[in-house]
Structures are given as structure tokens and as C-alpha cells.
């Protein structure tokens, strides 16, 4: 008999709608029901922050990953513990990570994920893509415009408090 998989949740959106909160909204759920979360973010993130936060107030401890052995680490640190990924952010990791969840999810793991869908341009950032093949439940989420109070599908980046250009880079760097 084959060994049950995993499964995938993700919570998709632009920024203000509310997928961090559904992330730690479920793993407390999960947490409740007696899982132990692995919780993590992609290094790229602000390495000085040592809590995901969601708009809402809602926050939990996250450790930064930078490649597979991270994950591989925190999800076999003891054998036979029902244990959760969860990963705020990720469309901000590598596609190897995708390769990471296949093999967690082969080996029964249950893995919850929030995500940025598009960039402020509207491409859809290739990570998410993929995890949606993969997902049992991938959820797209809006935010509301602050300006018109319309839905919002995509995020607006600033710099110096005006749009960014077109030909501005998706993130700054350094």
C-alpha cells in the first residue's frame, strides 16, 4: 500500500489581502488539532524581523531559509510527529522550493503557504504558478483600494511615495 500524500494549501493575493493571516490562522487551527508548525520565511525577506506579521496584528515566530536544506532540516528533526510547513512570503523563494514541497508532500506532509500572485506590474511570479499545480485548495485573495475603496488585485509599489516605473526592479536589493 502506498503512503498517503500531503497537502498543499495556498493563499494567494496582492498585498493587503489578508494571506499571512489566513497562513497563521490555519496553522493555529492545525496547531490546535496537534501538529507542530515549522514556520519560515525566504531569506530574501528582512532577515532582521524574527516574526511574520500580517496586517491584522497577527504574528507568528519564523525561521529564513535559503535552500533546501533549511527545510529538510526543520521538517526532519523528529521522525513520525505530525508537523506543518508553513512559508509566509513565498514568492519570494527560488523554484527549488517547489521541488522541496513535492518531496514533503510524497512523504505525507501537510504544507500551508501565503504569496504574492503578481508583481506591481501584473506577471504572475513563476513560484506561484507551480504551487498552484500542486495545491488541494489554492485560495486568491483581495485587498480593498485605499484610494477608490474598489477591490484590489494587484500591489502598488512606492518608491520615495510614488509609483514605482515600469522599469523599476520587482524589489530593491541590498
Known amino acids: 500500500?502506498?503512503?498517503?500524500?500531503?497537502?498543499?494549501?495556498?493563499y494567494a493575493g496582492c498585498m493587503a489581502s489578508q494571506k499571512s493571516a489566513n497562513l497563521f490562522?490555519?496553522?493555529?487551527?492545525?496547531?490546535?488539532?496537534?501538529?507542530?508548525?515549522?514556520?519560515?520565511?525566504?531569506?530574501?525577506v528582512d532577515a532582521k524581523l524574527l516574526r511574520a506579521e500580517?496586517?491584522?496584528?497577527v504574528s507568528m515566530y519564523?525561521?529564513?531559509?535559503?535552500?533546501?536544506?533549511d527545510i529538510e532540516r526543520w521538517?526532519?528533526?523528529?521522525?513520525?510527529?505530525?508537523?506543518v510547513l508553513a512559508i509566509d512570503e513565498v514568492q519570494?523563494?527560488?523554484?527549488?522550493?517547489?521541488?522541496?514541497?513535492?518531496?514533503?508532500?510524497h512523504k505525507g506532509r501537510t504544507i500551508v503557504v501565503a504569496g504574492r500572485e503578481t508583481d506591481f506590474r501584473g506577471d504572475p511570479?513563476?513560484?506561484m504558478k507551480q504551487l498552484e499545480r500542486m495545491a488541494e485548495s489554492y485560495m486568491?485573495?483581495?485587498a480593498v483600494c485605499v484610494i477608490c475603496g474598489r477591490k484590489a488585485e494587484r500591489s502598488q509599489r512606492l518608491v520615495d511615495g510614488r509609483p514605482a516605473h515600469w522599469e523599476s526592479p520587482i524589489r530593491e536589493r541590498g
Open 1 to 10: 500500500m502506498s503512503k498517503q500524500s500531503g497537502t498543499l494549501t495556498v
Open 25 to 44: 490562522w490555519r496553522t493555529k487551527w492545525l496547531e490546535e488539532a496537534g501538529y507542530e508548525i515549522s514556520a519560515c520565511m525566504p531569506a530574501e
Open 54 to 57: 500580517s496586517r491584522t496584528g
Open 62 to 69: 519564523t525561521n529564513r531559509f535559503s535552500n533546501p536544506r
Open 75 to 83: 521538517m526532519n528533526e523528529v521522525e513520525g510527529v505530525k508537523k
Open 92 to 105: 519570494d523563494a527560488g523554484l527549488w522550493l517547489v521541488e522541496v514541497i513535492a518531496t514533503l508532500l
Open 125 to 127: 511570479f513563476p513560484i
Open 140 to 142: 486568491v485573495l483581495t
